[in-house]
């Protein structure tokens, strides 16, 4: 069981918006402003895009926006694109035994 | 643009020691700015973290696998690795290796992952 709480599917058609939660507690996403999304196409190779709940590396698409309220961030992607599709991880800085906790992911469907 | 590659057995008996190296590319890997680490997947689950290294040597792992992790780091060959002692099945996992920025809560690099099953 993951520390962070993802939903297990999420879908949408092309240029749709669709949002991904990542729920955890005061100990982590509540209470750090450290909460990153990485896009994990299978077989290659996880990309960081969100990080720090709101910023985007250089490179990633604006289609791309995080946010946090609370103990839950969010991943919304705009415009959806069949490119898209993959599985997405939340991770957060926690207080807890470990520095980083990751979410279960959750497997976007373009459809 | 950095890459890393994961390499080494992809099965492992039970009770014996899981060894992989992580190769980096394209990058150094003793930039003070950078600490390069280890994740895995289990089956079915989520992500975790196992463990760090800094070039210097520094190690920082996850405590619930301290007793039987060791990372290191090889600069002359740009490579650090990973030794997991004992292990039986639940050890297996798709094992990435990544880099975090000093400082930063973020893992900005990440290998492809390999995937080492741990079975007689």
């Known amino acids: 069981q993951s520390a962070l709480t993802q939903p297990a599917s999420v879908s949408g058609s092309p240029g749709q918006s669709i949002t991904i939660s990542c729920t955890g507690t005061s100990s982590d996403v509540g209470g750090y402003n450290y909460v990153s999304w990485y896009q994990h196409h299978p077989g290659k190779a996880p990309k960081l895009m969100i990080y720090?709940?709101?910023n985007r590396p250089s490179g990633v698409s604006n289609r791309f926006s995080g946010s946090k309220s609370g103990n839950t961030a969010s991943l919304t992607i705009s415009g959806l694109q069949a490119e898209d599709e993959a599985d997405y991880y939340c991770s957060s800085y926690t207080s807890g035994t470990t520095p980083w906790v990751f979410g279960g992911g959750t497997k976007l469907t373009v459809l | 643009q950095l890459q890393l590659q994961e390499s080494g057995p992809g099965l492992v008996k039970p009770s014996e020691t899981l060894s992989l190296t992580c190769t980096v590319s394209?990058?150094?890997?003793?930039?003070?700015?950078?600490?390069w680490g280890w994740i895995r997947q289990s089956p079915g689950k989520g992500l975790e973290w196992i463990g760090s290294v800094y070039y210097s040597g520094n190690t920082y792992y996850n405590a619930s696998l301290k007793s039987r992790v060791t990372i290191s780091v090889d600069t002359s060959k740009n490579q650090f690795s990973l030794m997991l002692s004992s292990v039986t099945a639940a050890d297996t996992a798709v094992y990435y290796c990544?880099?975090?920025?000093?400082?930063?809560?973020?893992?900005?690099?990440w290998g492809q992952g390999t995937l080492v099953t741990v079975s007689s």
């Open positions: 720090e709940v709101s």
């Open positions: 990544a880099r975090r920025r000093s400082g930063r809560n973020l893992f900005d690099y």
């Open positions: 394209d990058g150094s890997i003793s930039s003070g700015a950078y600490y």
